[in-house]
């Protein structure tokens, strides 16, 4: 999907197609959240938008989506997940990797995993599977989603505001974000694993 359509479609349904495109995209139907966040703020600084209802659309957008995701794990289980997740963007590669992840640390892939395409998507079918608690999942995937939702917004906002952005050229900004947080994260874990064969 193009900027223009997404233009689009928050010129005609506003902050409902916000919470819409997040939902769906922490469910598992491929959509451009972090390019959408990004844009979310330039509007902002546009005019096009309201700060706090455009925060709160994304927000819960994104929450509703991983309790939702949670609660499908959790009663439909693994075989559904198996036999349908191929059309959300759940592969048994994707799936494998999740679960380890999960296993090394389930705090962290929660909070922290919302940065990273098609763990976000996973991490709450996964979080369901495992029976991890309701409660300690919830608070995660607050943590998580503001943690996630909130800087992107913000910076889509400060930049928007320091430079004359073309709402065109947004989703290139959106990869280029993704790709040093995607860098940090990599030579965190580097260092981390020289660090561990040098004791």
């Known amino acids: 999907m193009n900027i223009d359509t997404i233009l689009h479609f ?3 349904y506003g902050y409902l197609i916000i919470f819409l495109f997040l939902f769906l ?3 598992g139907i491929p959509a451009p959240e972090e390019s959408l966040l990004f844009l979310i703020g330039v509007l902002i600084v546009q005019d096009k938008l309201a700060f706090g209802l455009s925060v ?3 927000f819960l957008g994104a929450f509703i989506g991983m ?3 949670y609660v499908c794990g959790k009663y439909v289980g693994y075989p559904f997940i198996n036999k349908y997740g191929k059309y959300v963007g759940i592969t048994n590669e994707r799936w494998e990797k999740a679960k380890i992840n999960y296993m090394e640390n389930i705090q962290k892939t929660i909070v922290f995993g919302f940065y990273i395409p098609g763990m976000r998507q996973i991490s709450p079918y996964f979080a369901g599977i495992s029976n991890i608690p309701f409660r300690k999942f919830f608070f995660l995937s607050l943590l ?4 996630w939702t909130v800087p992107f917004i913000v910076a889509g906002y400060y930049m928007g505001n320091a430079f004359n952005i073309n709402p065109e050229y947004v989703p290139y900004l959106g990869v280029f974000f993704l790709f040093i947080f995607v860098l940090y994260g990599t030579f965190k874990y580097i260092k981390r ?4 064969s040098s004791n």
Do not use: D, P, W
């Not at 694993?193 to 561990?196: A, L, P, T």
């Open 10 to 12: 928050i010129n005609i």
């Open 56 to 58: 709160l659309s994304a």
């Open 25 to 27: 995209g922490i469910v």
């Open 67 to 69: 309790l939702v995701a």
């Open 144 to 147: 998580g989603t503001f943690l």
């Open 193 to 196: 694993k020289k660090q561990k």
